[in-house]
């Protein structure tokens, strides 16, 4: 995802959405975290690139797996 992405993904959200609490808010914000390391890791080796990729993803995948629990009764289907 490249940053332009990103600005379009953010574009497209309507004014509420885009609050810091809002669920597609959070994501997108988190997705935009899983590609930092890439600039910062253009010049490293290989294996440094790797580790940082690994390094920089942990937290933000575990924050992602419980996001969708987080805003279940925000997001849930109602009758």
């Given at each position: 995802?490249?940053?332009?992405?990103?600005?379009?993904?953010?574009?497209?959200?309507?004014?509420?959405?885009?609050?810091?609490?809002?669920?597609?808010t959070?994501?997108?914000?988190?997705?935009?975290?899983?590609?930092?390391?890439?600039?910062?890791?253009?010049?490293?080796?290989?294996?440094?690139?790797?580790?940082?990729?690994?390094?920089?993803?942990?937290t933000?995948?575990?924050?992602?797996?419980?996001?969708?629990?987080?805003?279940?009764?925000?997001?849930?289907?109602?009758?």
């Amino acid at each position: 995802m490249s940053e332009g992405n990103f600005i379009d993904a953010e574009a497209v959200l309507s004014k509420e959405a885009c609050s810091a609490q809002q669920a597609a808010t959070q994501f997108i914000t988190l997705i935009g975290k899983l590609h930092t390391a890439e600039p910062r890791g253009s010049t490293l080796t290989t294996p440094q690139r790797q580790h940082l990729r690994i390094k920089d993803s942990t937290t933000v995948l575990t924050v992602i797996k419980v996001l969708p629990a987080h805003h279940l009764a925000r997001i849930a289907p109602s009758r």
